[in-house]
């Protein structure tokens, strides 16, 4: 007799099928950079035609003549009209389509049929792709002050930790403070992830500082009698600094604090990033000779004509110090601060107390968390991080997330703050929010919040803190300020201030709060732009030889991490949070390094830049 | 130093060696086909591709550096397995009719697939399919390509030009140019490429079949010239040695296969240097007038590179015609004269070591003579050895004979024009006679000879002064030289400038050789026939003494200016970027759809 049911289990095919699903998965999070996107358009329509189970003619019959007219202008056989033919054909597929799998697949190649229109005629008009071929070193190309990342790693593996210095510090004057705080987007892209999971990129960094100790900056070149000025002093006004001295330019820093560092002092807690590492970055750019005037405030002690006059060049990189305000009843109540300021006294050492207190801190972003997790380390007694999306749309790192949990904050998400409620005083006693649930995906892409039928919630808090964005502080009585657009100055790619003969910007007075490294970045360019603006071609280059790849690189091994202090002792203090990777565990990694400058096109065009 | 293990021999190396170039220094030969020493090694083909002790996968040996106490396996089952596949592989994409194509014989590919005993191919054989520009004087045929980018890495590399592209991804990644026609990119037509692809993938236009007509036409009168780095290269590909190859051979076989007049390109190389030198003496005289460096003018590469490249130089570059098109232009005016033969039915060829000179004659200026094209048609030595053995000359009953008068007769001073240094060697000895009225030693210039890519000198000639010039071969050399020139830092009086590495003698129509770059060889060779020559003077050559005497008039005189000079002005045409165009159609049609 059959049994009337069984248990599943998965036969041996369909186990080794879902491995492999496993592993295109990890290969496309890993986006191979340099594709031609019509290829790879293709390639998914037909896998995704491969899951289709063949009843509806729109899925079963259209997705294949969608292909073929792909590979038809992918053969050089096309025309322009097939284009319309295309998105025709793909509407009608997302109309009719019974179930998601024709029709998301279809909605791919529409989407792709828009968003890369130019490839597709540059294949119909010329025959093959639009422009040349970038198949970069993918984690080189994934950072955006294109550090020579597999150059570093070799060099650590073979314990020259200095040149590992000197070689970051071709791109990036700040491989201290990077390797305590970078998010590491070079790691989204490692090839490594294709096998297993990315190389620890950051921890490698991390040895090369730990290991190498002091490393003298290389000599400028010879003087220009050029000036340029640099109008605020973070980690983008630095950088520009830094490599403009090396130019062999005369560079001046105007900062309105009291120190320099902006954002990565005024903005990164110590445990994070400890003082006396951000100092020593800042120490060797300073040894350049660089001239820095702190507690001067541009427009108000000098004004920017004046700077005009008297300068050369000038770049402006205020960033964002401005916390903005979510204008809700009791915002301006006593206990209610933003972000930014609360940040920016401890970054002068003012510490408050928070002893006792209930500690609420509105947003998600790694500003909410940093302001959460020094509120534990102020003595709080409950800190509340409140937000009105989930978890998983928070925009704060995964790992500053887990961080603050594990210190003991509690994550009351979904949750949109309504009113701060006083007390006779004028003084917070409660965030009185209401319950949101999760719905429809924005044009962002993004599920929006909306209000759940539940009824308002309290939220006890003697403190609020406010971390929901930044702007900037406009420069005063300026003509740049004419530049900027909201909260932001606009500048072209090339970090020029409208037509501003002279004047450059970047960081994140331009793009807004952003990454430390998106901040070197664009020191590093605007650094290049104002040498040309000044009419030099001064390279920045490293001469050191790179150690061969090993032979034997790719057996599958698990990523070493870098280990956090355990949360119970790490909050009561502001010493660095993490702990240092074992020499073996550093010896593990670097080998884990698939040196993509040397194998496959990096042997070719995709290899190593030794100058910019 | 380095000791490996390679199939059991021990082996002491350079520890930076490759496996590759450490196995050829001990006699082991590793197959490899992408590689190209010092240029490509990429290791692309997999072919070169060894086993090691320890190791789990296979690793190129063009691209391993050895390691202390390594253990190298170059023929075991699997790298048989493994090279003989990937050469299956790249047949299975390549068109395999060897019968028709023009390196049937000198092709790496068949080579390669023939010393591994590949019969069949066992994948199906699908060869990729391109479209090429048929106007231009070199053919890609993407069914012959195998993507070994040795095509990109000398145009990269070696002449800094940059025109070879790759484009797209994956299996339809492809060899290209930007444009859909060759004259739209800044190409020199120098055919570096040609001469560095192992496969018949990259070839020059075969005009061979105007010629063969015209010889069958008794109407039409063959003129012949033959340039002077062809005598050294054309038994290359007759399969005679150097001591069978003679330049009077060369003109035996010529007159039997039915060329009415054969001519020798170094009458108009001597007549060239009487027109350049005292163009130079000229310009020095009254230097104000002019731009410096005098660039020479006899490489089409060359002329090409420096309008396109440096327009500011232009009034810098010599306004002499190259020995080729004054040839051509005496021959269909002053020979025509004397001969009584109608310019309009000559038919003027030149053989060339050089595939710009296929597109040179068609120049602006180049209609001077008689209002035809002055050269008709032009053939690369390679072309010149496919028509030799299709007319089936027995070449061991020819005797050897004489170069026709009167445009045959040259000197020693001609024919190094074919090796870079030689036109600033014939130049200045040239030069020194017209300023002291007395020969120097005709080796007194020898400085300015052999293969390195830039080479400079400065000599005294007593009732002059001192002159300083230049030699460069190679357009990434050229580039070199016009960047410092540019910014200052080097200052000339007169300098020689040929796109090709070497000179003519490693041009981009010279026979092809695996692996071997023959400029430096042949560039001996010439200077040996300048050697021996009876004559080593340009302004020595009664020849072109008559021909000024009895119809020129002086060097730089009217007649010569007519014929043998282009009007300075005269530019190419600026290059039409097509990619640009598709761009902006791209962005009009995502304009109109929103």
Known sequence: MLDRLTLQNKSHSQEVLEM??????????????????????????????????????????????????????????????????????????????????????????????????????????????????????????????????????????????????????????????????????????????????????????????????????????????????????????????????????????????????????YGIPSYRLPREKLDSDIYTILSLGVQVKTSFEVGRQLSMEDLKQSFDALYISIGTHAGKQLGILGEDARGVYSAVTMLRQIGDGQMPNFSGMKVAVIGGGNVAMDCARTAVRLGAERVSCVYRRRQEDMTALAEEIEGAVAEGVILETLQAPVAIETNEDDSAVALIVQPQMISYVDRGGRPKPTEASLSEKRIPADIVLIAVGQAIEPLKGDHAADKMNGSRIQTDAAGRVGNLSGVFAGGDCVTGPETVIKAIAAGKTAAANIDSYLGYEHQITSEIAIPQPHLINRPPCGRSTIAHRHAAERKNDFSSIVCEMSEREIKQETSRCLRCDCYGYGSFKGGRQVKW | MVTVEIDGHIITAEADMTILSAARAAAIHIPSLCYLENINEIAACRVCVVEIEGLDHL??????????????????????????????????????????????????????????????????????????????????????????????????????????????????????????????????????????????????????????????????????????????????????????????????????????YVFDTNFAADLTILEEGSELLERLQDKESHQWPMFTSCCPAWVKFLKQQYPLFNDALSTVKSPQQMFGAVTKSYFSDTSGIDPHKMMVISIMPCIAKKEENKLENMRSACGDLDVDVILTTRELIRLMKAQHVNINQIDSQPFDSPLGSSTGAGVIFGASGGVMDAALRSAYYLIEGKNADADAFNVVRGIKGWKEATFTIPSFGQIRVAVVSGLGNAKALMEAVSKGEAAYDFVEVMACPGGCAGGGGQPIHEAMECAEARGEQLWLIDQRAAIRYSHENEAVLTLYRDFLGKPLGAKAHALLHTDENWHHKAAYKSQEMVKAIAINIAMSRK
């Open chain 1, 20 to 265: 492999l699903y496993e592993d295109v998965e990890r290969r496309l999070a890993t986006s191979i950079s340099g594709a031609c996107p019509v290829d790879v358009a293709l390639n998914l329509l037909t896998l995704c035609h491969a899951q289709s189970c063949g009843k509806c003619v729109p899925c079963r019959i259209g997705l294949q003549q969608l292909a073929s007219m792909i590979r038809a202008i992918l053969d050089g056989k096309g025309e322009a009209s097939d284009l319309e033919r295309i998105e025709e054909l793909a509407m009608v597929i997302m109309d009719t389509a019974d179930c998601v799998i024709g029709a998301e697949a279809a909605k791919q190649v529409f989407l792709g049929v828009r968003g890369f229109a130019s490839d597709y005629l540059s294949h119909i008009m010329t025959g093959h792709c639009s422009g040349d071929f970038k198949q970069a070193i993918p984690c080189v190309s994934a950072c955006p002050a294109n550090v020579d990342i597999p150059g570093y790693i070799a060099l650590v593996e073979a314990e020259r930790y200095e040149d590992a210095i000197r070689l970051i510090r071709k791109d990036n004057p700040f491989p201290t403070v990077c390797a305590y705080i970078c998010e590491n987007p070079c790691e989204a892209h490692c090839r490594r992830n294709i096998i297993d999971s990315a190389v620890n990129i950051r921890g490698i960094k991390k040895a090369a500082v730990d290991y190498a100790g002091d490393v003298p900056a290389p000599m400028p070149e010879n003087k220009t009698n050029k000036r340029v000025a640099v109008i605020g002093g973070g980690p983008a006004g630095l950088t520009a600094a830094y490599y403009l001295r090396l130019m062999g330019h005369q560079v001046t820093i105007f900062e309105k604090r009291t120190q320099l560092g902006g954002m990565l002092r």
């Open chain 2, 59 to 260: 690793v190129p040996a063009c691209a391993t550096k050895i390691q202390e106490g390594m253990r190298v396996f170059t023929n075991t089952m699997r790298v048989q397995k493994a090279r003989r596949i990937n050469v299956e592989l790249l047949l299975s994409q390549h068109d395999c009719q060897c019968a028709l194509c023009l390196r049937n014989g000198n092709c790496e590919l068949q080579n390669l697939a023939g010393d591994l005993g590949i019969l069949t191919i066992p994948f199906p054989v699908e060869p990729r399919t391109g479209s090429w520009d048929s106007l231009a004087p070199f053919v890609k045929e993407t069914e012959k390509c195998i993507q070994c980018m040795r095509c990109v890495q000398v145009c990269d590399k070696i002449q800094e030009m940059h025109i070879w592209q790759v484009f797209g991804s994956g299996g339809r990644s492809t060899i290209g140019i930007p444009t859909a026609v060759l004259s739209d990119t800044d190409c020199t037509y120098c055919g570096q490429c040609v001469t560095h692809c192992p496969t018949g993938a990259l070839h020059e236009r075969d005009d061979t079949a105007a010629v063969r007509r015209a010889l069958a036409d008794p109407e039409t009168t063959t003129i012949i010239q033959v340039a002077p780095a062809v005598r050294v290269a054309w038994a290359e590909g007759m399969g005679l040695s150097e001591t069978e190859m003679s330049t009077e051979k060369m003109v035996g076989i010529l007159k039997a296969m039915g060329f009415d």
